[in-house]
Nanobody
């Protein structure tokens, strides 16, 4: 079993920044198995940051993922936020062929 807990979401003005965190526990020994998805209101969940440095076009150059392998924490630094970045952000891990998801953290970009 793997548990994922996201934090760091909230309300931010356009152009602002937020840093999300995802703390992993259980049978997971590397953050390399983890990545970030988001689900905007009324839309499908989409992959936005994965692997070493693979980003969706919509966030490339503004978002940066980093890892603390010692603590099993995955981060997502989000800069120059836009209203269209409003979404629930989810941490995901693929471990032993099983997909694990956190409950998500809401990011709202609005003035």
């Amino acid at each position: 079993q793997v548990q994922l807990v996201e934090s760091g979401g909230g309300l931010v003005q356009p152009g602002g920044s937020l840093r999300l965190s995802c703390a992993a526990s259980g049978n997971i020994y590397s953050t390399r198995a983890m990545d970030w998805y988001r689900q905007p209101p009324g839309k499908q969940r989409e992959l936005i940051a994965a692997g070493m440095a693979t980003y969706a076009e919509s966030v490339k150059g503004r978002f940066a993922m980093s890892r603390d392998n010692g603590q099993n924490i995955l981060y997502l630094q989000m800069n120059s936020l836009k209203p269209e970045d409003t979404a629930v952000y989810f941490c995901h891990a693929l471990v032993g062929g099983i997909d694990y998801w956190g409950k998500g953290t809401l990011v709202t970009v609005s003035s």
